[in-house]
């Protein structure tokens, strides 16, 4: 079975809502989780590492303001895609490493903006 | 991010063909994990490898891990239709934490 849940699995929000997404490991505990996204037929490209009890790392090019990273507990991480447009949208994937090896992901959430 | 160079890009086969793809990487790795993912769906983990030189199966499939720590292939062996997906190759390094690296993907395809 799933060992990192997230959902929702698809969001269709309005250009300029904020829409949250939330990753959580179900059986392990998880001090790093990494979020992703990934465009139609390629691979995933990796957006920001969220870190329990501090402030998430983010890629070369990832605004942080637009998308706020919050990691509360050691199970749960949450995505937040701030006054989202059309181009937010995209599949979002979440992973957490088990065993500090071991990366398990998300089910992924289609988000789309109209 | 840096990926790893992952071939070939697609398959096409037919259904009780055996199938081979690879990763190569100009660095070394000290994890190599292979991944496949549906659409609509997160990459699902099919088999990992910790040490140089280990092969490990996973009922139809193989995967082994390069002696010189900068390669991986996957095989599957007696290809049915829901084999047919995205594969990916990830390699994590020593010094990289629990990050990974992914490969471009291999698009599989297997006709009845």
């Known amino acids: 079975g799933a060992v990192v849940s997230q959902h929702p699995s698809r969001v269709i929000c309005k250009s300029g809502t904020s829409v949250k997404i939330e990753c959580r490991s179900l059986?392990?505990?998880?001090?790093?989780m990494f979020w992703y996204r990934q465009f139609p037929k390629q691979s995933l490209m990796l957006m920001a590492t969220?870190?329990?009890?501090?402030?998430?790392?983010?890629e070369q090019g990832v605004e942080k303001d637009k998308f706020l990273i919050n990691h509360a507990s050691l199970t749960l991480s949450t995505l937040t895609v701030t006054s989202a447009h059309p181009e937010d949208s995209s599949f979002y994937i979440c992973?957490?490493?088990?065993?500090?090896?071991?990366?398990?992901f998300g089910q992924g959430t289609r988000l789309t903006v109209v | 991010g840096q990926q790893l160079n992952q071939s070939p890009q697609s398959m096409f086969i037919q259904e009780g063909e055996d199938v081979s793809m690879n990763c190569t990487s100009s660095?070394?790795?000290?994890?190599w994990l292979w991944y496949k993912q549906d659409p609509g769906e997160g990459p699902v983990l099919l088999i990992a490898?910790?040490?140089?030189?280990e092969l490990t199966s996973n009922g139809r499939l193989t995967a082994q891990f390069g002696i010189t720590r900068k390669d991986s292939f996957l095989n599957i062996s007696a290809s049915i239709p829901s084999d047919v997906g995205i594969y990916f190759c990830?390699?994590?390094?020593?010094?990289?934490?629990?990050?990974?690296?992914f490969g471009e993907g291999t698009q599989l395809t297997v006709n009845p």
């Open positions: 992973s957490a490493p088990r065993q500090h090896t071991e990366a398990f």
């Open positions: 059986d392990f505990q998880a001090t790093t």
């Open positions: 969220s870190n329990e009890g501090s402030k998430a790392t983010y």
């Open positions: 660095s070394i790795f000290n994890t």
């Open positions: 490898l910790y040490k140089a030189g």
């Open positions: 990830a390699g994590q390094r020593e010094t990289s934490g629990s990050r990974l690296t």
